[in-house]
């Protein structure tokens, strides 16, 4: 079953701590998305990789870190430097632009809920 | 700087009604996308819309898109119960390139369906 996977499914951070979570995808989709919600709002990008070894910052990049050194995985750490963290991260992937048809759109994972103690 | 209005933000409805949720952006896009998230759960894609005039439907939802108006609906026909969810618009966000797949998520409208 192709599909992708987020773990951990609950995380929580103790203050000055940085803590990674995971995303993995078996699509075969160059891009990959990294998303934050708040509760009662929509998503946010974060950070977005449109191929390996390389990826931009979204809308609020600060205190977030990314790597892509497989096409599968898109790990996201959440740093110290994020003074407000807890949220739903949501990881997403797609084919990357310009195919056009449904199968554009962004599949997205399961998500991680994180916390702060 | 584009952004996106949905409207309402709740919505609750009878069983059997007829109702349309609106999704205004503010910037040119031509590539509209609408998506479900039950509580608690991640988001589900119900519908692409990649060109002016497009309409999409699928069971009792149909989705449409203008973007002259830079307008899109979700109208929900003869609501069920099982349709209680939060439905979020997506924009791209267009560059000289074409599509970015850069999206910017509307709000988000609450609908609860009751029996």
């Known amino acids: 079953d192709g599909g992708i996977t987020q773990s951990p499914k609950y995380l929580f951070r103790k203050e000055g701590q940085n803590v990674t979570l995971s995303c993995e995808q078996n699509?075969?989709?160059?891009?990959m998305y990294w998303y934050r919600q708040d509760p009662g709002q929509g998503l946010r990008l974060i950070y977005y990789?449109?191929?390996?070894?390389?990826?931009q910052k979204g809308d609020i990049a600060e205190g977030y870190s990314v790597s892509r050194e497989k096409k599968e995985s898109f790990p996201l750490t959440v740093t110290s430097a994020q003074k407000n963290p807890t949220a739903f991260y949501l990881c997403a992937s797609s084919i990357d632009r310009g195919a056009g048809g449904p199968e554009e759109t962004q599949y997205f994972g399961p998500g991680t809920r994180l916390l702060v103690l | 700087e584009l952004k996106v209005e949905q409207n309402p933000l709740f919505l609750s409805m009878q069983e059997g009604k007829n109702y349309t949720i609106y999704c205004n952006y503010s910037?040119?896009?031509?590539?509209l996308y609408w998506y479900r998230q039950d509580p608690g759960k991640s988001l589900e894609s119900l519908f692409v819309l990649l060109s002016n005039g497009a309409v999409k439907q699928e069971g009792r939802l149909m989705a449409s898109l203008d973007t002259k108006a830079r307008l899109s609906t979700l109208h929900i026909t003869a609501a069920v119960h099982d349709l209680s969810a939060t439905y979020f618009c997506a924009v791209d966000r267009l560059d000289y390139g074409g599509a970015t797949n850069k999206l910017i998520f509307g709000t988000g409208t609450l609908l609860a369906v009751q029996p």
């Open positions: 699509l075969n989709h160059d891009a």
């Open positions: 990789s449109q191929i390996v070894n390389d990826f």
């Open positions: 910037t040119t896009s031509d590539r």
